[in-house]
């Protein structure tokens, strides 16, 4: 399939202020072999859209051989080796606030009828929620551009892990890995996906967050419409695992105090007669119960990240994208 290639750099090196810039629409031409298949969700039940919540596991998993391994034998030792704090000044500790801002740009992929599209109100919301649940660590996501782009369906309808994944954010991706790129349109079965920052050096201009458009706040995707899947996404991409990464096996997600789940939250047998929050959820740990409120976990009732994921945010940004 033909797609427009936008070269924006000159553009890009302009933004140095706070000022939200509406870059160019773009308007894919239309490729008359292209069939657009049905809508993701159309026939899903409550059941399928709570286990089809995010694809950010299927992206690592899709990684080559050398840099999977090198993904998975991530300890939190590696984020204090002395190589890694080599990096750091004597005022920037792992743990200390870096104080980074974090420019934010925004594709949003749309039909010609307008289905995709929304006012840049919604996305300030989502916004404010990254910036209010990350408030401690020093980030502050700075939304700077907004893009949107028309076409057919050949990106707005996109897979995870798919050819049509990699044009995109290929063609449409801006600045470079402290640069927090977002997408978002019908994209099928999952409500989002993200990438990891250590593996940015295989991504490069695949880094980024791709949403649904109906989890971003007030969408239409019932229990997921909060805008929690975005903070969730940006989570990974600020180097956090789910709540149940490798189960009941070390290292878990990695975060000792995150007690470990055994499988995602959304399988408990009472998940939904307790509204999507079955907070007597057993952990690996005997007498103590998971942690079902935590955003990187796949409850309905995510509100909170722990003291030690948000130090992890901070010390895996200095030992991956840098200062």
Known sequence: MKFATV???SILSAFTIAELVHLPDVIIPKDPNYKQPPSSFAKFDAKKQAAHQCATQNILNALPNGFASTSRRLKNDYYTSPAVLSNLTAAETVNAPIHKEVQVYLNIMHLENGEG????QVFW?????LNAHFQGTGFTFNWVGVRRIQDNGYYYNLQAGSDAEKQMK?????????VLNFYTGNFAQYNGWATFPHDYNYWQK??????????????????????ITGVHEVGHWLGLYHTFQNGCNPPGDEIDS????????????????????PRNRDSCIGGIKVDVSN???YSWCRDHFNTDQLQRTMDVWWATRGA
Do not use: A, W
């Not at 599209?117 to 840049?120: G, V």
């Open 7 to 9: 070269f924006l750099s």
């Open 258 to 277: 995150t007690p470990p789940n055994p499988d995602p939250t959304h399988n408990d047998p009472n998940f939904f007669n307790t509204n999507g929050c």
């Open 125 to 129: 919301k989502q916004i404010d929620l």
């Open 206 to 227: 695949r880094d980024g967050v791709c949403l649904h458009r109906d989890v971003l706040p007030g969408g239409k995707r019932e229990n997921y419409n909060n805008g």
């Open 170 to 178: 290929e063609t449409f991706y801006m600045g470079d890995k402290k």
């Open 295 to 297: 955003i990187m976990d």
């Open 117 to 120: 599209n929304y006012d840049d």
